[in-house]
């Protein structure tokens, strides 16, 4: 056995050779520069030391791992304490991107934070971190970068809100979201001549707004120029007051409204709204936005091939309007759950409710709207003293523009003090149609009981006209000035009058159920 001279022929302890020997025919396995079969080793350089007692480290040569936390801690790329200033973190990642997070606990703040710089996130370390503002407002976050800004997890407290700005302004951004956030007033009651927004989007583009909630301010969410827009999963808390006699009163003004520019691809499910008078609006439902007058109306855009608007799941509960609010007038003065005059519209599977004559479900003004599977219950009462002179409106159709592709109104549910359905095409030329399908209607008694003692008035001069006007104002299911249309399969049950048709051409009103009402349907200067 011989070990070789070679410059790597190094022994060390432990090290071993394994080879045969046969007895049988004498061999003997030959190892060749076989390497040993011990334990291998590896070395390492641990560090440059000097030479004495206790020698000195020159150089610490070992990678700890894991490595330990620098300028910033996990995936952030700034940490804030409290205390400490949010928006120096946030110019620190100007020109590159990043990250800024919020460490637990309350974060003061003198004046609005400011994000401009693209490509930015800034969120709570656990849910709900507070940041709040000790002076002024309501203006806390102003986003004004060009894309990718989202905020996530931090509740924004405002210590005022009298003036009409919002507390977050996004402006101009293209992708990003306000999620798991919270909005509200840092005193404990709200102001009543308050103006102030939760949530302004401005120019904005494929932003998401997603499981926010906003308390106390008159306005929830408002939306300007902006589309593919998604607010899901949110709830808004708008102002109430107590009456010294003990009844609730809903002060908040608009829940969720976006306006002006193209209104595609928004998308508005899933939210709760509760003490705003008016809940969800898209577009402009101004009478002389969705009246003709002339021509000088403001039809929606339904012959550009985009994305049409969704209204869906969502749950807006009211108390009754201040004293003075909703006075006759017309329908400006009527408070709308929800209110539309967008292109390709679907409003579905909605809940909501009226509690006085001044508030109404839905407005559907044009621009091929689907309006299906929702539910409207009235608690609404009337003197039996004094005349009645107009129902809450349960679904208002009007189609008297251009834009009035069609209108569909099927399988919901209206019960209470209320007209299911009031469907116009007046000043249109009779070239538009509402089909209404398959709803169930269940009145009140009083109202029949009142119609029969005289008790309603609809004004007019002349017998007939007054007694068409009051079987237009109501009757369960109204039409007038239409053409074409179909009422088939409803169920109506305690009405006046269940359908009433009024200058209409081609109406089909076939398989309907009338019950316990005075008429089942009548057509007035209808022509086949």
Not at 333 to 351: G, L, M, Q, Y
Request: aromatic content about 4%; charged content about 20%; glycine content about 10%.
């Amino acid at each position: 056995i011989t070990f070789g001279p070679g410059a790597g022929a190094t022994l060390h302890a432990g090290d071993y050779w394994v080879f045969a020997a046969r007895t049988a025919d004498g061999t003997i396995d030959t190892l060749t520069a076989a390497p040993p079969r011990g334990m291998l080793h590896h070395f390492a350089k641990l560090a440059l030391v000097t030479s004495g007692a206790p020698p000195t480290v020159l150089t610490d040569c070992r990678t700890f791992w894991p490595p330990a936390m620098t300028a910033h801690e996990g995936c952030c790329s700034q940490v804030v304490r409290p205390g400490e200033d949010i928006q120096k973190a946030i110019d620190k990642l100007n020109g590159i991107g990043g990250c800024v997070c919020l460490k637990m606990g309350v974060h003061h703040i003198a004046r609005p934070l400011h994000i401009a710089q693209a490509n930015v996130t800034i969120h709570g370390e656990v849910p709900r971190v507070t940041v709040r503002l000790d002076e002024g407002g309501p203006l806390m976050l102003d986003i004004a970068a060009p894309e990718n800004v989202s905020v996530e997890g931090i509740l924004f407290e405002t210590a005022q809100a009298l003036k009409p700005e919002a507390v977050i302004h996004v402006h101009r951004v293209v992708g990003g979201r306000i999620a798991e956030c919270g909005i509200r007033l840092a005193r404990e009651k709200p102001d009543p001549k308050g103006k102030a927004i939760g949530i302004e989007l401005d120019n904005c583009r494929e932003y998401a707004i997603e499981c926010v909630e906003i308390h106390d301010l008159p306005l929830g969410v408002l939306g300007a120029n902006s589309e593919q827009i998604r607010v899901t999963d949110c709830r808004l808390d708008g102002p109430s007051a107590q009456l010294a006699k003990g009844d609730m009163v809903s002060l908040g003004l608009m829940g969720i409204e976006f306006r002006d520019g193209s209104l595609t691809g928004i998308d508005i499910e899933r939210n709760v709204l509760t003490d705003y008078l008016r809940g969800i609006q898209l577009g402009d439902v101004s009478a002389a936005a969705i009246m003709p007058a002339g021509g000088v109306g403001k039809p929606a855009d339904v012959q550009t091939a985009q994305p049409g608007c969704r209204i869906a799941s969502n749950l807006i509960a009211r108390h009754a309007a201040p004293l003075g609010h909703g006075a006759a007038g017309g329908l400006a003065t009527v408070f709308f759950a929800i209110a539309t005059h967008a292109p390709r519209c679907e409003i579905v599977e909605n809940a909501t409710n009226i509690v006085d004559l001044s508030e109404s479900g839905v407005l559907a003004a044009g621009g091929d709207t689907l309006v299906a599977r929702n539910e409207v219950l009235s608690a609404a009462t009337f003197n039996p003293n004094f005349v009645l002179t107009r129902l809450p409106f349960d679904v208002v159709a009007i189609v008297t523009q251009s834009d009035a592709v069609a209108c569909t109104i099927r399988d919901n549910r209206f019960d209470g003090l209320q007209q299911a359905v009031f469907a116009t095409g007046a000043a249109s030329g009779l070239g538009h149609r509402v089909d209404i399908l398959q709803n169930r209607v269940t009145g009140i008694e009083s109202l029949v009981k009142a119609v029969l003692a005289g008790k309603v008035a609809a004004g007019g001069g002349n017998p007939v006209v007054k007694l068409l006007l009051i079987l237009e104002r109501f009757s369960a299911i109204s039409l007038v000035a239409l053409s074409h249309s179909r009422v088939e399969g409803n169920e109506i049950a305690v009405a006046p009058c269940g359908v009433f048709a009024l200058d209409t051409l081609g109406t089909s009103a076939v398989a309907n159920r009338v019950t316990a009402s005075l008429a089942g349907v009548v057509l007035a200067i209808a022509t086949e």
